[in-house]
């Protein structure tokens, strides 16, 4: 008994075939190491989010209020994107939260609790009473020029303390 064998004998047909069979994983191998020497080199690789805190000053409530809100300059010159989650205080009694102002479509203003306000990588998060703030309650022996304890927490930074100056609203 004699078994015919058949050697393999390259064809078009097959050599077509194997040349696209390996282009594929070449190419996306290509691709994402293009991709990863782009991010490399514009310095983003390993670069954690390094956030600072500057202009820190809350508002002096008027009137019978007692609630009033804080603001702050963060900066973030890091490589990554990060998120300020809660600022605390014990200078402050009561909780103290996060929130937005929205208009009404008749004009009215209103303030929305958020959970977290972003820090984009080399940018900043200016807070201000048009935009995002921390809302709390006013310590009765507040004057102007005094300066209240805050320590602001980050998702992925370590928490920033910084005092903010009691300043009276416009000013």
Request: proline residues 6%; hydrophobic residues 40%.
């Amino acid at each position: 008994m004699t078994s015919a064998h058949h050697p393999w004998h390259p064809t078009r047909r097959r050599l077509t075939e194997t040349l696209l069979a390996a282009l594929v994983p070449v190419a996306a191998c290509s691709v994402a190491l293009a991709g990863l020497t782009v991010w490399v080199s514009a310095g983003k690789a390993g670069a954690p989010p390094r956030v600072g805190v500057s202009d820190a000053r809350v508002f002096l409530p008027y009137g019978d209020t007692t609630d009033t809100a804080a603001f702050f300059d963060i900066s973030n010159s890091g490589g990554a994107d990060d998120r300020l989650v809660r600022v605390t205080s014990t200078d402050v009694r009561g909780e103290i939260t996060l929130s937005r102002h929205r208009m009404t479509g008749s004009g009215a203003a209103y303030a929305e609790d958020v959970e977290s306000a972003a820090v984009p990588a080399g940018g900043e998060l200016s807070m201000s009473p048009q935009s995002i703030d921390a809302t709390l309650r006013a310590g009765a022996d507040w004057r102007t020029g005094d300066l209240v304890a805050f320590t602001l927490h980050f998702r992925h930074s370590d928490p920033v303390h910084v005092p903010a100056v009691v300043v009276r609203p416009g000013s």
